[in-house]
């Protein structure tokens, strides 16, 4: 039996909302097998939480190695800085980092991810070959290296190889994207050999790394081979209005206009930085049952604009968060900026809520929606505090200031919009305690080899 079988908390957020007096219980499996709210008295066995119990969420999308990068663009050095300038610096990181230098620094990040409250990460992984472009003789060695890193940090991953095979529309890959170059079978083989694998809390689907970066012959490729495939399918959709230009030339039709004139969209694909929309996009993605990745602090940080929150929200789509590029690693801060763009942008206040539908705070509705779609981003059935979803949970340390005689029902509200220090105090993943009492056993062996690793990657 996992260790934490069975817990009591006494609160406990589950798909209705906030429930008091809450038994959970964990399989053998890794999964919940019940939860059930207004149990009085703890039965003997269980483990009694003090805190409230929050389901953890899934990064939906992640870069790992630029968590070596993160700190290291800040400053502006032309007359202009913006998104492409950005791009260039970040790529002389990604043509220097080798394999164990990349497991270095994911199992830094990993630890980080879960002490901000994730407990599952989607690798939107690109960087597949050696220094010189050349594959090295495992073809998936980049790939085990992030495997290697997550079983060390104990998250689970969600491996993503990308279809990467061209600069622009109509124009070839660069010199300095050689790491990056993939076909759709190189795709669909790397996705199979890692799922083959069955390590623990590894699992594999398909990425592609936008329209502009995959032909459309390669992508319908990949989507007649996936027909059957039950995982994710990850793409970059819309971050630059630049892309969205380029394709309209290129296509006659905006990025998610096209895929849905193609008819590729289903439950499996998740759009990631769909920032730039019309209404009529944003009707077809949820016609379509597809999933929506926004990455607030990273398109903050790099200047990417504002995703339609409101329409998506009203559409009803899936919606998951991602922390991209790491300048951020805990999703209170990615809900409290989706939040805060919006607050700045329209000068009102609480634009997440929806008195109409019951959903009165922000924070609720947008953590709500986000357990919610992080089951879709990872390819899970279900997510959260729920029977049947893997058992993953945040046990908030009860001394945290920002709850400090507040009533419980508004513990969500302040956990986003008041207090910068991560509360959780223990962090469980599949039915075992990744972190337990602050303390995740592996931190200081790992933050030693990362700073090693960043001192080399200069
Ligand atoms: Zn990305």
Known sequence: MPEAALLWAPRAWTPEGWREQVLLRAGDDGRWSEVTPGVAAPPAGATVLDGPLLPALVDAHSHAFQRAFAGRAERRESAS???????????????????????????????????????????????????????????????????????????????????????????????????????????????TTVAEARRPLLGAGLAIHSLRAASAESIAGLARKAEGFA???????????????????????????????????????????????????????????????????????????????????????PLSIGSDSHVGRDWREELRWLEYGQ???????????????????????LFARAVEGSAAATGET???LVAGARADALVVDAREAALLGLPGELALDALVFSGPARPWRDVMVAGRWAIRDGVHPRAEAIAERFATAMHALG
């Open 81 to 191: 800085d913006d998104f492409w300038s950005w791009r260039d610096r970040m790529y002389r990181v990604a043509l220097r980092i080798t394999p164990a230098q990349l497991r270095d620094v994911a199992a830094q990040l990993y630890v980080e991810l879960l002490q901000g409250g994730y407990t599952q990460v989607c690798e939107f992984h690109y960087l597949q070959h050696g220094l010189d472009g050349r594959p090295y003789d495992d073809p998936l060695e980049m790939s085990w290296a992030l495997a290697d890193a997550a079983a060390e940090a104990g998250i689970g991953l969600m491996l993503l190889p990308v279809l990467y095979e061209r600069a622009g529309f109509g124009k070839a890959l660069r010199d300095d994207q050689r790491r990056f170059r993939s076909s759709a079978e190189q795709v669909w083989q790397a996705a």
């Open 382 to 384: 279900r997510w959260g």
């Open 343 to 365: 607050r700045l942008v329209r000068r009102q206040r609480n634009v997440a809520a929806a008195p109409a539908e019951g959903r009165t705070s922000s924070a609720e509705r």
């Open 231 to 317: 995982g994710p399918i990850h793409i970059h959709v819309a971050e630059q209005s630049a892309e969205v230009d380029d394709c309209l030339a290129a296509t006659g039709a905006r990025p998610i206009e096209w895929l849905a004139r193609e008819r590729l969209l289903d439950r499996r694909w998740q759009l990631v930085h769909a920032t730039h929309t019309v209404a009529a996009e944003i009707e077809a993605v949820a016609a379509s049952g597809a999933g929506v990745v926004l990455c607030p602090s990273t398109e903050a940080n790099l200047g990417d604009g504002l995703a339609d929150l409101p329409g998506w929200l009203a559409a009803g789509a």
